[in-house]
């Protein structure tokens, strides 16, 4: 997996991130730093975890890792796009449990990613300094843009994160079927 590729499934895991840092910088008004850390800090967590997880399946299947990382990425990207028209419910300032409990929701799909790239042979401190870089920034973006602003392009941000994902899921697929090469 090309490093362009890797930082375009990052980014697109990130989306939801950084939707989730709009909605949290809404509720924590100027206390922007420890969203973005609590934010980045469980997408880090899970992907590594997530990571160790497909690091652990035998050598014997290694033929299906690429079409598992096609079908994992493709899914969640489509699950992504589904969710994006979903209202989440109203936050209540101050409540460090239901940021921490959204940080988490949010970092599930770094699990499935943190799955497929040790399918795809990407060493793991390099998806994780990745991880770390990409939604630790996006986060730390995404809590100030909704400090000031608001949620309104929740919707959009999740939309993109998606169908990102999606096209990446299908040229692994496509790869696969070796249709295309890149």
């Not at 399946?57 to 489509?78: E, F, K, N, R």
């Not at 399918?119 to 998806?127: G, I, N, R, S, T």
Request: aromatic residues 8%; hydrophobic residues 55%; glycine residues 14%.
């Amino acid at each position: 997996m090309h490093f362009t590729e890797q930082l375009l499934l990052v980014l697109g895991l990130s989306m939801d991130g950084f939707a989730a840092s709009v909605c949290m910088g809404v509720a924590a008004g100027r206390k922007i730093a420890p969203v973005a850390g609590l934010v980045s800090g469980f997408h880090v967590l899970m992907l590594l975890a997530g990571y160790a997880l497909g690091a652990g399946c035998p050598d014997s299947i290694a033929h299906i890792y690429p079409w598992a990382a096609a079908v994992l990425l493709t899914g969640m990207g489509l699950n992504m796009m589904r969710q994006a028209g979903r209202e989440e419910p109203q936050r209540s300032q101050g409540a460090a449990l239901s940021v921490a409990a959204l940080a988490l929701a949010t970092s599930l799909d770094a699990l499935t990613v943190g799955v497929a790239f040790a399918f795809l042979e990407v060493p793991a401190w390099q998806a994780g300094a990745l991880v770390a870089a990409v939604m630790g920034t996006l986060s730390l973006v995404g809590a100030a843009f909704g400090s000031r602003f608001g949620a309104a392009y929740r919707h959009a941000a999740r939309l993109g994160g998606g169908l990102v994902l999606c096209l990446l899921g299908i040229k692994l697929a496509l790869n696969c079927l070796g249709v295309v090469s890149f």
